[in-house]
């Protein structure tokens, strides 16, 4: 494909992890310049993949960045307009922006801005990453992949050895939290005791990377471990924590972002599975490793759960030490 072609990046971490296959066949497709539209966190975890000619930082509030944009959108005068998160408002962006050919799902009454509207998949739920890739069937471009993959850069390995002069060896990572809500997160004691006993039976260290408003729950597992000395709680932006994922033995997390991160990575990554169904973010590629149970009202997708969270509280730290076990 010929001209210049701009495309709005999804707002979440794992969606962006999970655009990677799409991402990736489009450029290979593309003759012209591409250009990218989204957070700062898709800018940097985008390192080393080569994907964009430019890049535009926006994170989607207030009226005058958002006219800003417009603006320098209409400057560029691109041929055609890829639309991967389903909101109303950015497809009015492209709309206002005269980009000439706007592509996307037509979700969120917004098809009459759209030129090419992508046929919804007959089959529900569908896995994310198909989700992006069949817009590459209606683009007839031919799909290099199908497996999200990350790259980690000479430059943001320098700068993690500059600020985190200790973290070596072998370790493990925990991601405790979820920004979805509190439904996903497996309980604070069950994380605590399960690092006492990786600190026992490998002697492995713990990482525990709050994202933000997590702090707290990292400093509750902490507390509750019998063998805090081998636990530690980092702060840390998405090019470190890529870093320090990318290094890791193993990564225990919830359904949440970095998960996504660790395994496009290719390390080894136990994630305990709450009320989400699985096959939204199911995908080829060997490194994910899911526990879940299955019980009557799950999957219920609930931010908030009405009942005992019996979906999380039954997966026993020693279940996911058992895996640990094996995937090591």
């Given at each position: 494909?010929?001209?210049?072609?701009?495309?709005?990046?999804?707002?979440?971490?794992?969606?962006?992890?999970?655009?990677?296959?799409?991402?990736?066949?489009?450029?290979?497709?593309?003759?012209?310049?591409?250009?990218?539209?989204?957070?700062?966190?898709?800018?940097?975890?985008?390192?080393?993949?080569?994907?964009?000619?430019?890049?535009?930082?926006?994170?989607?509030?207030?009226?005058?960045?958002?006219?800003?944009?417009?603006?320098?959108?209409?400057?560029?005068?691109?041929?055609?307009?890829?639309?991967?998160?389903?909101?109303?408002?950015?497809?009015?962006?492209?709309?206002?922006?005269?980009?000439?050919?706007?592509?996307?799902?037509?979700?969120?009454?917004?098809?009459?801005?759209?030129?090419?509207?992508?046929?919804?998949?007959?089959?529900?739920?569908?896995?994310?990453?198909?989700?992006?890739?069949?817009?590459?069937?209606?683009?007839?471009?031919?799909?290099?992949?199908?497996?999200?993959?990350?790259?980690?850069?000479?430059?943001?390995?320098?700068?993690?050895?500059?600020?985190?002069?200790?973290?070596?060896?072998?370790?493990?990572?925990?991601?405790?939290?979820?920004?979805?809500?509190?439904?996903?997160?497996?309980?604070?004691?069950?994380?605590s005791r399960l690092a006492d006993m990786l600190a026992e039976r490998f002697s492995l260290r713990v990482y525990l990377l709050p994202g933000k408003g997590e702090?707290?729950?990292?400093?509750?597992?902490?507390?509750?471990?019998?063998?805090?000395?081998?636990?530690?709680?980092?702060?840390?932006?998405?090019?470190?924590?890529?870093?320090?994922?990318?290094?890791?033995?193993?990564?225990?997390?919830?359904?949440?972002?970095?998960?996504?991160?660790?395994?496009?990575?290719?390390?080894?990554?136990?994630?305990?599975?709450?009320?989400?169904?699985?096959?939204?973010?199911?995908?080829?590629?060997?490194?994910?490793?899911?526990?879940?149970?299955?019980?009557?009202?799950?999957?219920?997708?609930?931010?908030?759960?009405?009942?005992?969270?019996?979906?999380?509280?039954?997966?026993?730290?020693?279940?996911?030490?058992?895996?640990?076990?094996?995937?090591?």
């Open positions: 494909m010929t001209g210049k072609t701009i495309i709005y990046l999804p707002n979440w971490l794992g969606d962006m992890v999970m655009a990677t296959p799409f991402l990736h066949s489009l450029r290979q497709s593309l003759d012209g310049e591409l250009w990218g539209v989204g957070k700062r966190s898709a800018m940097h975890l985008y390192n080393g993949l080569e994907l964009f000619d430019r890049f535009i930082l926006y994170d989607g509030r207030d009226v005058v960045p958002f006219l800003d944009l417009v603006s320098t959108i209409r400057s560029g005068c691109f041929e055609r307009g890829i639309l991967l998160p389903h909101s109303f408002r950015s497809a009015l962006l492209f709309a206002l922006g005269s980009v000439r050919t706007r592509i996307g799902y037509g979700r969120n009454s917004r098809g009459f801005m759209l030129d090419s509207i992508i046929e919804e998949s007959p089959s529900k739920p569908e896995p994310t990453v198909e989700h992006y890739l069949r817009i590459t069937d209606a683009l007839s471009v031919t799909r290099t992949g199908q497996t999200p993959f990350l790259r980690v850069t000479d430059d943001e390995e320098r700068r993690f050895d500059e600020r985190f002069t200790d973290v070596t060896g072998r370790y493990a990572v925990f991601i405790a939290g979820a920004h979805y809500g509190p439904s996903k997160r497996w309980p604070d004691t069950y994380f702090e707290g729950i990292a400093r509750r597992i902490l507390d509750g471990a019998k063998r805090r000395e081998a636990i530690e709680v980092r702060d840390m932006d998405v090019r470190e924590m890529k870093v320090c994922l990318a290094r890791a033995s193993v990564v225990v997390s919830n359904d949440t972002g970095p998960r996504h991160v660790s395994a496009a990575l290719n390390v080894p990554t136990v994630v305990v599975l709450g009320p989400m169904d699985e096959r939204y973010t199911t995908y080829a590629g060997g490194f994910t490793h899911a526990i879940c149970k299955e019980i009557p009202c799950r999957p219920c997708n609930m931010k908030r759960c009405d009942r005992d969270h019996a979906c999380v509280r039954d997966i026993s730290p020693e279940e996911v030490l058992a895996k640990i076990e094996e995937v090591l």
